[in-house]
């Protein structure tokens, strides 16, 4: 099963930038490992895995600005 990863918007936050990619197409991954880190008007902070399995396509380039809940990489389950 797919499962698509969302850029947070919590509060007023509109939009994020991905400052960095700690992980990357074909990885595994394990829930609550640190896939990227993002910058926000407001804060920085890193967003975890919510499933385990591999990484099949990140959407979004670091440094590109992305609006809230907009999908920015897709993990198929294991």
Known sequence: MLYNVLMPGEGNVDSGVVTKWLVGEGD???EGDYLCEIESSK???GIESPVSGV???ILCQ???ETPAMQT???IEQQ
Do not use: C, L, M
Request: hydrophobic fraction near 45%.
């Open 28 to 30: 595994e991954v394990f």
């Open 43 to 45: 804060t920085s902070f």
């Open 55 to 57: 990484v099949k396509q």
């Open 62 to 64: 670091e440094g590109d």
């Open 72 to 74: 920015i990489a897709v």
